[in-house]
């Protein structure tokens, strides 16, 4: 039980060390981008890539915002990868949705991308291209952020309680915070299914 236990610890920890006034600036963020029309892509590669898909059906359903994932087609995200690289994979992809200033990128990543260590280099290349083209970088990210800290607008760092847990603390609060996002006052247009039957 000594794992769980220390597990659960973490958890609390970081639950702790989170800031709420990145999360509301974050939040003001996206309901500027709501008001504005525009539109939220959601970035992520690994559990990124899952998360990025589960937060695409929230923001839409539940925030009211249009959002899209490149990770929800696979047979044009394979096909990109396998004839012009990884690196490209998401600035091609952003280039064909015409992303401009009215436009949010939402990164999911435990690093946020590092060209010098060569990880990630794709979210890095993307943000590049979003800086460029005047639209707003949000992220929630593990240790030091990365590159996606660097130059977002708003980024969540996950704290760090513990080296060996990163990963896990960091991918399993990006569905914590998302929710928590999605369903606060400022956001919240349309009702989740168990909470609106009464019972």
């Known amino acids: 039980m000594t794992y769980i236990d220390d597990y659960l610890t973490e958890v609390k920890k970081v ?17 500027a981008i709501r008001q504005k029309k525009g539109r939220l892509f959601f970035l992520g590669v690994g559990g990124g890539a899952g998360n990025a898909s589960h937060a695409v059906n929230d923001f839409r359903k539940i925030a009211g915002i249009e959002c899209y994932t490149p990770c929800d087609n696979m047979s044009e995200l394979t096909a990109r990868v396998n004839d012009a690289g990884w690196d490209t994979v998401f600035i091609e992809w952003l280039k064909v949705c015409h992303l401009n200033q009215n436009d949010g990128i ?30 707003k970088i ?22 760090t309680v513990n080296p060996q847990t990163i990963t896990t603390h960091t991918e399993s609060f990006q569905s914590v915070i998302w929710h928590l996002i999605v369903s606060h006052p400022k956001l919240k247009v349309s009702e989740m299914k168990w909470e609106s039957t009464g019972r």
């Open 106 to 135: 939402f990164v999911f990543s435990v690093g946020g991308g590092d060209e010098e260590r060569n990880i990630s280099t794709n979210l890095v290349r993307a943000l590049e291209y979003a800086k460029g083209m005047g639209s």
């Open 15 to 31: 639950v702790d060390g989170l800031d709420q006034a990145m999360i509301e600036k974050m939040i003001d963020l996206l309901l």
């Open 138 to 159: 949000m992220g929630i990210v593990g240790r030091d952020g990365g590159y996606t800290a660097q130059a977002g607008d708003a980024c969540l760092i996950i704290p």
